[in-house]
C-alpha cells in the first residue's frame, strides 16, 4: 500500500479562505485584525518565517505590524515594546519572534505578552487552559496537525497516539490537545528505551524532535496516521523531516509530506488565532 498525503497547502488555502471571509465581516463592524510580530536580531531563519507571516496577515486583509530591532537590544527595552502592544488596541495579537539573543530571558518575554494577545498559545496562562479545556489560544503547530486529523475525517476516541518529543511548543500541547478527543496518548522522548516498541502500537504517530529518520517504515505499523512535524536538511541540502518520508509512505495509510505538510498549517493557525482574538474584541 502507499500512504495518501495529507496536504497541508491545499487545507490551509481552504482555512485562509474561511479566514479571509470571516475578516471581511468583521471589518464591516469596523475591526480590522491586528498582528504585530516583533524581530530581534538577525537570524536568517527567523527573518525567513516573519517574512511569511506578515505575507499571510496581507492575504487575508489582516493589519500587521513588524518590529525589526537589533540583537544589542536589551532585555528591558523589549518588555516596554510588548507592554505598549498590549495597550494598543489596534493590535489583537502579538508574536515575539524565536529563538532571542541569549541574554534575554524569552520565557519572561513570553510571560509578558497578555494572555488575551497571544496568539502563539506560549503564554503559561494558554498552557494551563489547554491543560484544563478552558478557552485559550492554541500553539499553532498542534493546533494545525489537530485540523489536518479533522480534515480527513479521523476519529481519535480510543486509538493510540505516539507523539514523539516533549517540547513546550509542541510535543505536550500536541498530547493534550489528542487527550481532549479521548485518544490514549504516549510520549516519546530521548530517554524512551524502546522507541520502536511504542511506535509500532500507534494508530497515529506525530514526530517532533528535529532529527532526520527518527522514524522509518520498521517502526510503523500498517495503515497507521504520520504527521511529521520535523524540520530538517538532507546531505543535498533539501529540506526534509524527521520521517523517512520514501520507506514509511510504503507503510502508513496517510502522511504528511515535508515540505507542503504541517509547516503551511502552522501560518494559517496563527491567523486563526489572531482572528478569534479580534472577534472576541468585538463580542466585548
Known sequence: MTAQ??????????????????????????????LAVVLVGENAASQVYVRNKVKACEDTGMHSVLERWPATMTEAELLARVDALNADTTIHGILVQLPLPAHIDAQKVIEAISPAKDVDGFHIASAGALMTGMPGFWPCTPYGCMKMLESIGYELKGKHAVVIGRSNIVGKPMALMLLQQNATVTICHSATKDLKAMTLQADVIVAAVGKRNVLTADMVKAGAVVLDVGMNRNDEGKLCGDVDFEGVKQVAGWITPVPGGVGPMTITMLMVNTLESAERTERR
Not at 491545499?10 to 480590522?32: E, H, P, Y
Open 5 to 34: 498525503l495529507i496536504d497541508g497547502n491545499a487545507l490551509s488555502r481552504q482555512l485562509r479562505a474561511d479566514v479571509t471571509a470571516r475578516v471581511t465581516a468583521l471589518k464591516a463592524n469596523g475591526i480590522t485584525p491586528g
